[in-house]
């Protein structure tokens, strides 16, 4: 960093052009730097949700049959393999089609956001989540055609991770935007 004092004696020797090309330069490599880390954080945010969401698609495939229900706390949660051909809680079946579309709309509509926004806020958090969720269930639409859900708390329709991760998302933007009123930057 340069201090009051050494830009006195920059200045005058080498002129000021020279000075703001250095400063410019340090800002620029800064800049890199921390979109690097930006990137990583999303990117790995992303991975790890995917790698949860799928993985435990994968164990209850391997360890369930088709409408079988496991209690894991009797009449209150139980794991439940359901094949999701529809939206949340399997409104509008047989639209798989529409929602890989829409799922994709998606996808591109928060890269661009997160390509423009350069800090990881509230907001920001919220976009990442929902595009880990809708991710994790395009994959499950382009493989299977169908969505595998199997959290079953008996009161509620059957979902799983991704879901989660879909709706405390939409909760956290709702509540970014209801707090915000206005304010451009919602940090947690």
Not at 89 to 105: D, E, H, M, P, R
Not at 112 to 126: A, E
Not at 149 to 155: A, G, K, P, Y
Request: proline share 2%; glycine share 4%; charged share 15%.
């Amino acid at each position: 960093m340069v201090s009051a004092k050494n830009a006195k004696i920059l200045l005058p020797r080498q002129g000021l052009k020279p000075f703001l090309m250095r400063v410019s330069a340090l800002s620029a490599k800064k800049k890199k730097r921390s979109n690097f880390f930006y990137i990583i954080a999303i990117v790995s945010i992303i991975v790890f949700g995917l790698i949860l969401d799928q993985f435990s698609k994968f164990l209850i495939l391997k360890k369930l049959i088709l409408n079988e229900s496991v209690p894991i706390i009797k009449n209150i949660f139980h794991l439940t393999l359901i094949f999701n051909r529809g939206a949340a809680f399997g409104i509008f079946k047989n639209y798989t089609n529409f929602f890989i579309f829409t799922s994709i709309l998606t996808i591109f509509f928060i890269i661009f956001h997160l390509r423009r926004n350069k800090v990881i806020d509230r907001l920001t958090f919220s976009m990442i989540l929902i595009l880990t969720g809708a991710l994790g269930n395009l994959i499950d639409r382009l493989r299977f055609g169908f969505v595998i859900d199997f959290l079953d708390f008996r009161i509620w329709p059957v979902f799983n991770l991704a879901d989660t991760m879909i709706t405390i998302g939409a909760l956290l933007l709702a509540f970014s935007i209801l707090r915000s009123s206005g304010d451009a930057s919602c940090n947690f």
